[in-house]
């Protein structure tokens, strides 16, 4: 049974940092890449970002980039996203995603992950 299980949610300030853990078991977590989205209430879900099953390639929406930073820990079974100088509109909760096609992460997609999260609320004050 896959799992993926998210943590590192939690309420901040303006301007302040979170990191954020999503920890996979059931799979060969170093075959699959992996992603982060998010979905703010009222919305639909929007990607994130994604890293390819090695870590080699990385893909941020634009509203994130140079913010955010993906990465993973084959090791441990677990990606993370570090994300900083964090905006009121970065408010929303956050899902991991994984799937063996890089590909299919990325926006633009008409196919969907293999697996999903739980999900982890972020919520950001001004």
């Known amino acids: 049974q896959v799992q993926l299980v998210e943590s590192g949610g939690g309420m901040v300030q303006a301007g302040g940092s979170l990191r954020l853990s999503c920890a996979a078991s059931?799979?060969?977590?170093?075959?699959?890449?992996m992603a982060w989205f998010r979905q703010a209430p009222g919305k639909e879900r929007e990607f994130v970002a994604a890293?390819?099953?090695?870590?080699?390639?990385?893909y941020y929406a634009d509203s994130v980039k140079g913010r955010f930073t993906i990465s993973r820990d084959n090791a441990k079974n677990t990606v993370y996203l570090q994300m900083n100088s964090l905006k009121p509109e970065d408010t929303a909760v956050y899902y991991c995603?994984?799937?063996?096609?890089?590909?299919?992460?990325?926006?633009?997609?008409?196919?969907?992950?293999?697996?999903w999260g739980q999900g982890t609320q972020v919520t950001v004050s001004s």
């Open positions: 995603a994984a799937d063996q096609a890089y590909s299919t992460l990325l926006p633009g997609t008409s196919t969907h992950p293999d697996y």
């Open positions: 059931g799979l060969t977590f170093s075959s699959y890449a």
């Open positions: 890293i390819s099953w090695s870590g080699g390639r990385t």
